[in-house]
Each structure stands twice: as structure tokens, then as C-alpha cells.
């Protein structure tokens, strides 16, 4: 992941000085992924969750020791806790949201044909991880499309890392089952 070269610390070190410029390169390292985190566990608030998630970070990041991925563990567990506890709200008040998209189009490319078909597949691929059951689908998130190791992963569930890597491997398989059953579909239209 790692879009500086080798001084993620030396970053971090200068973003906890209150660098503006250390800050935004972690910000845009870290944020695009974990906004397709948050747009499948937590779809309807999760432009919200993801600056309640920076909010945290900022307020807390002097404080923050580790590494890179201790980092992006750190980012991802505040995160998932802004989801549990959008969960939490939504059983004590219910409510309708309208949610909003987040232009993360991140194309290496000022094609406007090959921005929208990499968004189009991108949008697609979170859709259908977002039919998963809810614990397969964070997992899949976390551990291939973000990631994290397993370890990290677990600790961010809650969850035994043996848990997390047969949830993964559910997630993925019925995700293999679906897209066969659409190439099946695919074939059998002439």
C-alpha cells in the first residue's frame, strides 16, 4: 500500500507535528480504501462514518505509536466502531437516509471512458460484496480488498483469526458462485 518510499514513519512523525502536507498524504493513501470499507458495511451513512472515522483519527493521532500497518488497523477498527455504533442508532431510531456517492474513481488514466469503466466495475464488485451476509462481506473487505492480515482483521471483528479466514473463504466462494452463475446466464443468451 505504501505510496511513499519506505518513510511511512518519518509521515507520520511530521502529521503528528501538525504537518498539513504529511497529513494529506496519509489521508490520500488511506482513505480510498477504507471509503469502499465503509460503502459496504455501513452503505447509507458512509460518507459520515468515514469523517467521524478521520474526525477520531485527527483528534487522536498524537497519541498513535506503530507502523504503517498498525496504522491501517488503528484507522480501520475506529472506523468499524462508527459502524457499530450507526447499528446501534438505527435500532433506537430508526430512519431513512439518503446517501450521497464519493467520486473515488482513482483511474491512472484522463480517459473519461476508462475512469467510468473502472468506476462502473468497482461499483459492481462492492454491490455484490455487499449481498454477503454482513460478517462475510466485512471480511472480504478487510482482508482482500483493503488488505489487512489476518491477524488485523480478527482483531478488528473481534473474531478468532481461523474465524475470519473461513468467513473470507465463505465470502469469496459464494462471490466465485455468483459470478459463474452470471457467465452461465451469459452463455445460455444467444
Not at 87 to 100: I, N
Not at 103 to 132: H, K
Amino acid at each position: 500500500m505504501a505510496i511513499w518510499p519506505g518513510d511511512f514513519e518519518g509521515i507520520l512523525a511530521e502529521a503528528q507535528k501538525g504537518d498539513g502536507d504529511a497529513f494529506a498524504a496519509i489521508w490520500r493513501a488511506f482513505h480510498p480504501p477504507l471509503h469502499r470499507y465503509l460503502r459496504v458495511v455501513a452503505n447509507p451513512v458512509c460518507e459520515d462514518a468515514a469523517a467521524e472515522t478521520w474526525y477520531q483519527v485527527v483528534k487522536h493521532l498524537r497519541g498513535f505509536h506503530g507502523g504503517e500497518a498498525a496504522f491501517q488497523g488503528w484507522l480501520y477498527m475506529i472506523a468499524r466502531n462508527r459502524v457499530v455504533d450507526w447499528k446501534r442508532s438505527m435500532v433506537r431510531h430508526p430512519e431513512t437516509l439518503v446517501g450521497l456517492t464519493f467520486n473515488e474513481s482513482g483511474a491512472t488514466s484522463d480517459d473519461p471512458a476508462e475512469i467510468f469503466d473502472e468506476r462502473t466495475s468497482t461499483d459492481a464488485a462492492l454491490a455484490l460484496i455487499a449481498t454477503l451476509p454482513f460478517d462475510q462481506a466485512e471480511a472480504v473487505m478487510l482482508r482482500t480488498v483493503s488488505g489487512l492480515s489476518v491477524s488485523m482483521a480478527a482483531q478488528i471483528m473481534g473474531r478468532s483469526p481461523g474465524s475470519v479466514r473461513v468467513l473470507c473463504h465463505r465470502g469469496l466462494r459464494q462471490l466465485a458462485n455468483y459470478t459463474a452463475d452470471d457467465a452461465a446466464k451469459s452463455h445460455l443468451v444467444v
